[in-house]
C-alpha cells in the first residue's frame, strides 16, 4: 500500500487470513494518531504477548470478549 498526499484517512478495511494476522495488526495500530478497533482477534499467546507489552508502553488496550 502506497499513499501519497496530505489527507487524513478514515474507514474501515475487512481483512481475512489467517489467525496470525492479528499479531501484524495490532503493532500496526500504534500508527494511528485515533482509536482503533479489531475485531475477531484469535485468542493465541502472541496476542497476550503484544497486549502485555504495549500496556507497558502505555498504550490503552481494551480486549472484550464475547
Known amino acids: 500500500m502506497k499513499i501519497l498526499g496530505n489527507q487524513k484517512l478514515t474507514g474501515s478495511i475487512r481483512i481475512s487470513g489467517a489467525k496470525n494476522s492479528a499479531v501484524a495488526l495490532i503493532p500496526a495500530a500504534l500508527l494511528s494518531n485515533g482509536i482503533v478497533k479489531i475485531d ?16 507497558y508502553l502505555n498504550a490503552k488496550v481494551t480486549l472484550v470478549n464475547g
Open 40 to 55: 475477531n482477534v484469535p485468542n493465541i499467546s502472541d496476542v497476550d504477548a503484544l497486549i502485555e507489552i504495549l500496556e
